[in-house]
């Protein structure tokens, strides 16, 4: 059993134009900032994102969206980003815009083996358009189907080489799901660590959902609204 | 005099009650955290997977792994505990936050809210706010009674796409206090020096008002 | 806020007969020891209990059987339990039998807010009958239904007086998906403590899903099959 | 002659492969775990919520707290995950386990297989049986090739309550491995010493029997 490459290059190197591809990270909380430096190298396109935010102009998926990389996004919200929104009014880009838990949902479920369920987020509004409605208990549901991907890339704090991974503070967010969810998924980490190291007990994401990881380097961190109290 | 966004937050405060479990949106309602009673314990979620949001850090406190769903620095109080988007809108689906407070661009009579698109405008997406008024138990409204235009924000029926149905409970403005029920907008406290006409003049939905109508007192 | 609670008899005070209480636990493993043995006591009866397992003779839920305070068993494995099967036989007692993994999720997505989802366990077997076929990607599925209760009752290693819980080894089975399913749930623990005293990062149930918590005692930790090797 | 349980397990051994994640049911497929090849590492899951579980404790390691889906005292080995049981089921359900080994009552020629309920006897349960046969890749059936009777358990279709359909691959017994094809069961090879002859006998559905079928190795 051997999970570890050595970099991000390797990590993605048979990824391929035209891939779906889900990126962990929630703004640029937990972002996979050397993978997504590696697709940006590889000059891949025709990419579909699946990804809660699209990054900045200059950071996270931004960079990826400036090299026109990127034929559609999947997301909650977007448009921190002007070149975004350029694509978008050009018509350059895709955007198919679902509710944010509904996103995190549906990825869930791929990782769940459930291709379908229901939720009442967005009853009655333009995201039912054309999806079956049906009731429960005298509510209203929408049934949503499982969203699935070839890869998925997410950022750790720890992993060990079994690809056991391990999470800080809000930096879970959409990864853990998405990591459990792609049909490769690619982990990078602060920190790689040797087997026993994590706590069984601590565990976020189990190391059978993992197939590639690697030990990043030169994270940036970039904080979006960086926020802070006098005292 | 109408009340500010730090009124407005103020009044909402009000509503807390000890031990609940609130969701703040973005805007006036994230301003409500400042407001709460010393007298009682209230706990934050964060849909990027926080509950018991603290305060903004200090200089010495930023942590660039740990943000609010607005994206801005935050902190943890002591007890707090973390999860993943998806166990983030378990809770929210699964009904077990008690108050979510969101602005809005309209609300309609019979509660419908629109907050999320402006058609003509970039669409910046729905975020978590279809997720949240889909099954949120009691959802505040916070805004300003009229647009800036001068046009009223509660309205006979939403005319911009909704974000959810027959949700929102009660609507607290810089002008008044009102409760959606099944006859329309109940006017349930005005702001000091409002007039009950100026009210009645900037709703344009069905305005219930009653004989005697207290002031906000904040 | 206050969940805190001083003992078992007090956190199960407001259950009545007839009431329907999932309990945590598989096998005797990780099993609410304090509060079953104040069900016991209480004598409540015509309870619908929804456990994987329904315990021994003597221990576990084997002690509310042998009172004969059971209507309903609804679990995915049972009988290692004589008393269990006279009942049985003799009608006195329903039984229910679930997949696991249905019976797990479930309860899930009870948790979820989730009324109903779709799952291929069971398909084509006898646990089909009457329920909704559906085809997804050329394969069928059934349709289940959330799983709720009034009640849970689980057993943590660890909890603060904000209720977050945190378990130990294999103790997480069903508990922590039912923790977050109960109407109202009620966590009995091996160590209470102070806020802050569990790694936010490594709490397994967030505080939001329990109402009641307290300290238990004396636990017996039964094993069912001590088995050991040599060196 | 014939296999004994052993042999069975050992045989079974010989389908693992470096970096499988394997479950195992209970009984036969049990054993399995001590063949493991030296140069290859196999991580075993339990449903009730382990990735990595290690041998049976000495009577000093022996906690109660950790049990496997036998409910029999188990260890970790390093670099073990934990989690709930809608966890464990989440990753059979989605496919993610690459080998399940079980034991069966009987198996039909088209891979349906039957190995819950009895009618007649009291019924336990089917555990996660129906879980793991309705999203297992790779199921292998570990099991005499006859009941206690003597009557053959690779039927042309099965008798008993059904578990799952058209899901097990293979089938390993005292007497011979065989592959489910579309034609039927497919002799793959056979016990040392046990006549073709004998296994036709013993198998009531379609056999496929190859003109050299080769002796199993262990």
Known sequence: MNKVVSNAQEAINNIQSGATIMLGGFGLNGIPENCIAALVEKGITNLTCISNNAGVDDFGLGLLLQKKQIKKMISSYVGENAEFERQLLQGELEVDLIPQGTLATRIQMAAMGIPAFYTPAGYGTEVAVGKEVRNFNGKPYLMELALHADFAIVKAWKGDTMGNLAFRKTTRNFSTSMAKAGNITIAEVEELVQPGDINPDDVHVAGIYVHRIFQGSHYEKRIEKRTVRMI | ?218
């Not at chain 2, 009000?14 to 400042?34: F, H, K, R, S, W």
């Open chain 2, 1 to 218: 005099m109408a009340l500010d966004k730090y009124g407005i937050a103020k009044r909402i405060a009000q509503e807390l009650q000890d031990g609940m479990y609130v969701n703040l949106g973005i805007g006036i309602p994230t301003l409500v955290a400042n407001y709460v009673p010393q007298s009682i314990t209230v706990i934050f979620q964060s849909e990027n997977g926080i509950l018991g949001m603290g305060p903004y850090p200090t200089e010495a406190e930023v942590d660039a792994d740990l943000i609010n769903a607005g994206k801005e620095t935050v902190t943890l109080i002591k007890g707090a505990a973390l999860f993943d988007s998806a166990e983030s809108f378990a809770m929210i689906r699964a009904g077990k936050i008690d108050l979510t407070v969101l602005g809005a661009m309209e609300v309609s009579e019979n509660g419908d809210i629109a907050n999320w698109k402006i058609p003509g405008k970039m669409v910046k997406g729905m975020g978590g706010a279809m997720d949240l008024v889909a099954s949120a138990k009691n959802i505040i409204v916070a805004m300003m009674h009229t647009n800036p235009k001068g046009e009223s924000k509660l309205l006979p029926v939403c005319t911009l796409p909704i974000t959810g149905l027959c949700c929102v409970k009660k609507i607290i403005t810089d002008l008044a206090v009102l409760e959606i029920t099944a006859d329309g907008f109940l006017l349930k406290e005005k702001a000091p020096g409002v007039s009950v006409d100026e009210i009645k003049s900037k709703t344009l939905g069905k305005l219930i008002c009653p004989p005697n109508v207290p002031d906000i007192q904040i």
